[in-house]
């Protein structure tokens, strides 16, 4: 059954593109979400092989995402109104099973105040979703979303992938840095790079997908830089084309303006 799952995350070719679009548990009604049917629609268009989502959109938008493979985001940390903790499991895995989800996703701050309560969560995720034959992404983040630069080495974020491994996540979810083929060569489950803030070109976002990729990641797992993009579909049709198509930074970048 988990492989069946994954199989709808990850093309043959062992590879995912997987929109991250779980942004309205933080922000609200961040840019590029407003309206979020007619975002999504794009982001389809585009050739998305997954989405990481919440409850709500899930539940609302299921016509919209229902080609895509489901990952159900079941925890959360607070919202920008407040201060961000440890996070903590807010829905249960007979949630996901309700909603059809492929998978589900677990923060978790190696490093952090506080670590320990995160790696507990992403533990008890695992051992319940497991027994589901519920895969488990564990989005692993060294020293939390706002961690200072020196905690987001290769060899932090290498330490953060295989943490996440050893507690039994099917795949990690994880910042870029430069010497990432440590990473990929460290940890024994797949790795996907995540996009974090919207900044520097678009040129830039794709040439560090483009390496990653080349040094042994599986894909990403990519939000604000996809759906806050002028063109959402020829964003997601230039990424696309670099991890199942091989293509250069060139030419992701000619689908990107032909957009």
């Known amino acids: 059954m988990t492989v069946r799952r994954l199989n709808h995350i990850f093309r043959p070719d062992g590879r995912a593109l997987i929109v991250a679009f779980d942004h309205g548990m933080l922000d609200g009604p961040a840019k590029g ?104 992404m564990g989005e692993m983040v060294p020293g939390g979303f706002d961690s200072p630069d020196h905690m987001r080495t290769a060899e932090s974020i290498a330490i953060a992938a295989r943490v996440g491994a050893e507690l039994g996540s099917d795949w990690v979810k994880i910042p870029y840095a430069e010497g990432f083929e440590w990473v990929t060569s460290t940890c024994y489950v797949p790795v996907v790079i995540l996009g974090g803030a919207k900044k520097g070109s678009e040129r830039e976002m794709l040439e560090k997908i483009r390496t990653a990729l080349d040094v042994g990641a599986r894909g990403v797992a990519i939000g604000r830089n996809i759906f806050q993009a002028d063109n959402p579909q020829a964003m997601t049709a230039a990424v696309a084309a670099l991890i199942h198509d091989d293509v250069s930074i060139d030419a992701a970048m000619e689908i990107l303006q032909a957009g």
């Open 33 to 136: 979400m407003e309206q979020p049917g007619k975002t999504l629609e794009k982001i389809v268009a585009g050739g998305a092989d997954a989405i990481l989502t919440t409850y709500g959109t899930a539940t609302r938008f299921a016509r919209e995402i229902a080609s895509l493979g489901l990952i159900l985001r079941i925890d959360g940390g607070g919202t920008k109104l407040g201060e961000m903790g440890p996070g903590s499991q807010f829905y249960m895995i007979e949630d996901a099973l309700r909603l059809g989800a492929d998978a589900v996703a677990v923060s978790a701050f190696p490093g952090a105040p506080n670590e320990e309560e995160s790696l507990a969560t992403l533990a008890s995720v695992v051992g319940d979703a497991h027994s589901w034959g519920i895969p488990v």
